[in-house]
């Protein structure tokens, strides 16, 4: 299976539970920027624990290069997807993970 297949698979099974529906999400993907929504995401949810100053698991998700890095390798898609911790005191909803989801799928833009 190709990431982009292992992507858009996961991305139809995580709308499965909101709704939104995967068509409103890919209309939506030329919008998502890391600038714009991804980057506040990771800040909110992920750079606690994944930061320059303490990487869980020595992954850092505090700049556009490493998120686009853990991303790209599928890393970071199947945590999300799958069975990722959810952050101190909340779980991260279906649409921010969709919203990270579609952004790899429309290439990681960071502007």
Same mark, same amino acid.
């Given at each position: 299976?190709? #990431?982009?297949?292992? +992507? *858009? @698979?996961?991305?139809?099974i #995580?709308?499965g539970c909101?709704? %939104?529906?995967? /068509? /409103? @999400?890919i @209309?939506?993907? /030329?919008?998502?920027?890391?600038?714009? /929504? $991804?980057?506040?995401?990771?800040?909110?949810?992920?750079v606690g624990?994944?930061?320059?100053?303490f =990487?869980?698991?020595?992954?850092?998700l505090?700049?556009?290069?490493?998120?686009k890095k853990?991303?790209? =390798?599928?890393? *970071?898609?199947?945590? $999300?997807?799958l069975?990722? !911790? !959810?952050p !101190?005191?909340?779980i991260?909803? &279906?649409? *921010?993970?969709? %919203? &990270? +989801?579609?952004?790899?799928?429309?290439?990681c !833009?960071e502007?």
């Amino acid at each position: 299976m190709t #990431i982009r297949t292992f +992507i *858009l @698979l996961s991305a139809f099974i #995580i709308t499965g539970c909101t709704e %939104k529906t995967f /068509d /409103d @999400l890919i @209309l939506e993907e /030329d919008r998502i920027t890391y600038t714009a /929504d $991804i980057q506040q995401i990771m800040q909110e949810n992920c750079v606690g624990c994944h930061n320059s100053n303490f =990487s869980s698991g020595g992954v850092r998700l505090d700049n556009y290069e490493d998120v686009k890095k853990s991303t790209q =390798s599928g890393n *970071l898609i199947s945590e $999300i997807a799958l069975s990722m !911790p !959810p952050p !101190p005191n909340q779980i991260m909803s &279906i649409d *921010l993970r969709n %919203k &990270i +989801i579609v952004w790899h799928a429309n290439g990681c !833009p960071e502007n």
